[in-house]
Structure formats: C-alpha cells, structure tokens
C-alpha cells in the first residue's frame, strides 16, 4: 500500500491497547448480560480503536453533530464493541457497559436510536451500506461538508444482494467520502463463510464494483491507519477496506473456532481477560480522543413545509393521483430545497421526475435496486438533512419490507409513494399490482397511510407527510379519477370525510381510490331503487377516522360495506372492522380482491374480482334484507 503525503503516524502501542480495552470492555458487557456476542466483537476491536480514537472526527457533546464523521455498525450484533468504544471514549461511564441488554437500558442487544450516538437500527444484517451510502450522498451533494461517512460490514453479511446493489450505487456516484470496512473473520454463525480468507476475490470483486479495494491485516493498527487515510485522499473512486481478521482474536482455546459465535463466554471470561490484561503496556485512562470537527455542514430547516401554490383543479376534471404526487412533489420541492426524491428506474410513472423541474440534483435515480432504494433514502433522511420521498410501483416495496420495519426501529421520517395499486391498473396483470401494500404499510409500527381518491386530497396527502414523523405511505393510483373536492377543502391526519349523504341513508360506503368511485356510482343506482347510501373517503387508511365511521354507521342503521382495491387481509376493510369492534350493533360486509388476479382491462377486473359498483349493490341489498 502507498501511502500519500499527509500520513499522521500513529501512536501505535496505545491504539493496539486501546483495541485490547475495548476487546475486555466486550466480554465483561456479554458477561454481565449473559448473552450477546463477544466473539464478533473481538475481530473488529483494532478497526475501532483506530477510527474512534486515531482517525473520525466526531464531538462528545454531540454525537449526532451535522459535520461530525458518520459510522455505521452493519454487523449490528457485534454493538457490545461500540458501545465500548463510545464509553471509553467519554460519552458515558464505562461501568454503564454492564447494563448491556437489560430491560431498563438502552444499550440493546443490537443498536438502536435510542441512543443518541447511534443513527439508524442495525442488526437485521445487510443494510447498513445503503443507509451509509444516502448519508454519503447527501454529505457530498447537497450539504458539500467534510464530513466522512464509514460503515463496517461483517463478511457473513457480505452474501446479502443488498450490499452489493449499494455499492453499485456509491460507485455510480462516485462517493468518495464513503468508506466501507469489510470485516472479514471467516466464521458465520454456523460454518464457514463461503470465501472464508480468499481476500483476492473480495478484493477482485469490490475492483469489479468501482471501488478502490485495500486489503490489509485486520488486526495491524498501523496498516488500518495507512489504509483510513489512503481512503479520504482518493478521490477517483469510494474506497472499501478489506480486512482479514479472526473472530475471538486473542482470546485463547476460543479464536477462529466456529461455535463460539454468539454466547457470553462464561467461565473463560476470567481467563481472557487476564490474557489481555498481560499483553497491555497502558492500562490507565485513555489519553487519546476523537479529531475536531471541520464544522462546514450547512444548517437545515425541514419544517413547516408546505404546497407552494394550492392544488388548481376543476371538480370533475380527470386526473390520476399518480399524477397529482408528481404535482406536489414539485410544489413542496420549492418550498424547501431539502425536499429530494429518490426513485428505481420508475419515475416517469410515479410521476417523481416532476422534481427534476424544480432541479435536476433533486431527483436520485435508485435504478431498479428497491432495498437499495429504500436504504439510501433512509441514510438520506438521518439527522434531519433532507426531505426524503421513496417511490416506485407499490408492489416493489414488499421484497424491501425489511428494510421498511428496520427504518422504523431507526425511527426514520422517510415517506414511500407507491403507484399502480391494485386489478384497476389493468392489462400489466397480477406481478405488478399492489394488493398487499396496505396490509405491509399498515404493521409498520409508528406508520400513517394514505390513501387518496383525488388530486386535491393527493396533493394535501404529499404536504402532510412531509411533515409527519415516522414511516409514511402514499398509495397512488394508476386511472384519472374525477376531482371531488374543492381546491381549499383542509384534509388532516385520521380526519374521514363524508362525500355523499342524506337523512335517510340505510348503508354506509366506505371505498377509496377507485373504490371510492365505484362506492358513488352503487349509491346512485341504489338511489334509483329507493335505497339511500351513505359514501365516506377514509384519507387515511392509518390512523383510521374510527370516530366518523361509527357515528356515520349508527346513522345508517349500524350496516357497513367497505370495498377496496386490494387483497382480503390487512387493508381497508380490516382496519374498519378493527374501528368498530367494540360496538354492538355494527355489521361490517367487505368487499376485497379474493385470489390472484389476471390482465385484464380495468373495469372488467373490477367486477371480475367482485369490487365494482355492482358488486357492491349486490352486497348492500344482501346486508339490508339479512
């Protein structure tokens, strides 16, 4: 390895006593907790003694510092070794370390945002360098800070395909201030990995990614010091630093044995710690602390953010809401200049390359890498930097369900925008119509779903989550739909709204999308029949208008009809039948897709699969005359 001028050498008898500190800090935690994953820690222990306490720069007084250098901890399982690294290096008192996994600590078995030097929940394994990679873009693209984004992956990890579509991301666009650390200790938690100690191919592989591959000795303090700064002088290419380590290094009768992964290490705790006890020439306070920070980040405001201009249609104009979340993904884009749009290869359906009008940096194409997608626009969103909006066809958000319910846990604000929802998108047939979308959206915890039937109340959904904490999903619909509100009509979160009534109504509708169409037309041709009907637009599907629904239904004799574009299990009707399950004398009849669809045009799959307007009718006469 060439070292480029500039090199500060390090001290490197305290680091290596340092990675020893943090080795023994890992097993007296595990220890204490009985459980967690001490092996795993110990191959990493120089890695972090280098970066935490030779080459990041980071404040103590605030870890979540805007211009302070970025890391994630993929191999969330190995938190005992960062949590030690943050003790020692000040942040809390060591003898915390002992808390680890107890009910009443925030030092989690896996890292989570609860502590305040931890950005996004990891463990759930092949995730983090996408996450790390949106941190990376915006530090290079919009903030053009100093800040250096570093994330540590775990070879066992390193089979996820997700790690690999986000370095093909952080090549494409050549984020050179991000550094990835391949911690590569052979052993995954059962076997062997599958290339154990073959470096050349790992290193073949990330030359074959665009990235700029070193591989070193995991464990030699002055090699990682080297390599961190040959890492921050490339510029032509990201830089991955492959690491050859051994799981439970310098831990005697227990490194390199496979079945050692993921326990506590009970009576030769002792043992190992005298062991590294007798190898440390400084075994007082660590003298050494983080670099300080280059203080360039840019201060952001994501507040407040609001349409630019009102939604401007005429009632009765057909407009599909895919559409209108083009619209207002312009509007709030001009609002605030940290509003960014991240899609995979889809945007001229969604209707996200709107954004590009507003500016061309604004839009990130994702290609067709979902979880990719899903993980960079949560990295994007950390520390409040940006506005983030995810979007593709709705259906390509369940094979990135898990990166979805890990940017909960990671308490994430990023709002997802899936399109083409349901048979009513017509001759694509079954593989791409969202059926399931709602069920996903709904089980994520913290969530709020909307579900818009119009252009006016897509726009307001697109300005509400902007500024709604938490996971939000905008579900959007491929058909034009007829305007129905007026442009100044106020839409809140949970808030229903009742679109059509009378004195005398004997059923309730509740639809949305194009459900809600199909709701309105059943009620006119019922209205014909001497059977008046009462329609309500939920807005959002979560939380539910449970008020307005059950006072609606009292209204309306205690008989509900819900119909929705969208499998049986976990949508609309469910979340109406959990509204109303405590009242007595309320009946719910649901109205759903029963089985896998087919292509089709959409007005024959929505009475094929029994969600038309007569369909509806059928099941409203049914509920009366029971």
Not at 186 to 204: A, C, F, I, V
Not at 357 to 362: C, I, L, S, T
Not at 381 to 386: M, N, Q
Not at 398 to 419: C, K, L, Y
Request: net charge neutral.
């Amino acid at each position: 390895m060439v070292v480029p001028s500039g090199y500060r050498k390090p001290d490197v008898q305290l680091l290596q006593d340092i990675a020893h500190k943090l080795r023994i800090d890992s097993v007296v935690a595990t220890s204490a907790s009985k459980s967690g994953h001490p092996t795993s820690c110990s191959s990493m222990a120089e890695i972090l003694a280098v970066l935490f306490f030779h080459t990041m720069r980071y404040k103590l007084s605030a870890p979540r510092d805007p211009s302070s250098d970025r890391f994630i901890l993929s191999k969330g399982h190995a938190a005992p070794i960062l949590y030690a690294a943050w003790a020692e290096a000040g942040l809390f008192p060591v003898s915390d370390l002992q808390n680890l996994r107890k009910i009443d600590s925030d030092l989690e078995g896996h890292p989570t945002p609860r502590l305040n030097f931890i950005d996004v929940g990891t463990g759930s394994l092949g995730q983090g360098v996408s996450v790390a990679a949106g941190m990376a873009y915006v530090g290079k693209y919009f903030d053009k800070a100093s800040y250096r984004t570093y994330v540590l992956v775990g070879d066992g990890e390193s089979a996820e395909g997700s790690v690999w579509e986000a370095l093909h991301f952080a090549s494409h666009y050549n984020l050179t201030n991000l550094c990835v650390i391949f911690d590569v200790n052979r052993l995954g938690q059962s076997d062997p990995t599958s290339l154990q100690h073959d470096m050349e191919t790992y290193r073949k592989r990330l030359d074959s990614f665009g990235f700029n591959p070193i591989v070193i000795d995991g464990h030699d303090v002055e090699e990682l010091a080297k390599a961190f700064h040959e890492a921050a002088e490339t510029k032509s290419r990201p830089t991955a630093i492959i690491c050859k380590t051994l799981k439970g290094k310098y831990f005697p009768e227990i490194e390199d044995i496979v079945t050692w992964h993921g326990q506590a290490l009970g009576a030769k705790a002792d043992g190992v710690i005298k062991h590294l006890e007798g190898m440390m020439k400084n075994k007082g306070p660590i003298s050494l602390g983080p670099q300080k920070v280059i203080e360039d980040a840019p201060k952001v405001d994501i507040s407040n953010i609001r349409l630019s201009s009102p939604p401007n249609y005429k009632l009765g104009e057909a407009v599909a809401t895919r559409l209108a979340y083009g619209t207002a993904l312009q509007k709030v884009a001009q609002s605030n200049s940290r509003v960014i749009a991240f899609d995979g290869d889809t945007k001229n359906s969604t209707f996200s390359c709107k954004i590009k009008e507003v500016a061309n940096d604004r839009y990130v194409e994702c290609y067709i890498a979902e979880q990719n997608l899903v993980g960079v626009a949560i990295g994007a969103a950390c520390r409040d930097r940006a506005v983030a909006f995810a979007s593709t066809f709705a259906t390509f958000f369940t094979r990135a369900f898990d990166q979805i319910r890990m940017g909960a846990i990671s308490q994430t604000n990023v709002n997802f925008v899936g399109s083409h929802c349901g048979v009513s998108i017509g001759e694509d047939g079954p593989s791409q119509m969202a059926l399931e979308d709602l069920a996903l959206f709904r089980s994520i915890p913290g969530s709020t779903v909307f579900y818009p039937s119009d252009a006016v109340s897509t726009e307001r959904a697109v300005e509400l989550a902007a500024n709604t904490k938490g996971v939000c999903f905008i579900r959007t619909s491929r058909p034009a739909t007829a305007i129905i509100y007026k442009n100044d009509e106020v839409f809140k979160l949970g808030l229903a709204k009742v679109v059509k009534q009378s004195a005398k109504d004997q059923v309730l509708l509740i639809g949305a999308g194009v459900t809600l169409y199909e709701a309105l037309e059943a009620a006119d041709i019922l209205a014909g029949e001497g059977i008046n009907a009462r329609v309500i637009d939920p807005f959002t599907i979560k939380p539910i208008d449970a008020a307005t629904i059950i006072a609606n239904a009292k209204q309306c004799g205690g008989r509900i009809v819900t119909v929705e574009d969208h499998y049986p299990e976990g949508g609309l009707g469910e979340a109406v039948i959990s509204a109303v399950a405590g009242e007595r004398d309320i009946i719910v009849k649901k109205l759903a897709v029963p089985t896998v669809p087919r292509s089709g045009p959409p007005k024959v799959l929505l009475e094929m699969f029994g969600i038309s307007a007569k369909n509806i009718v059928a099941a409203v006469k049914e509920i009366i005359h029971k």
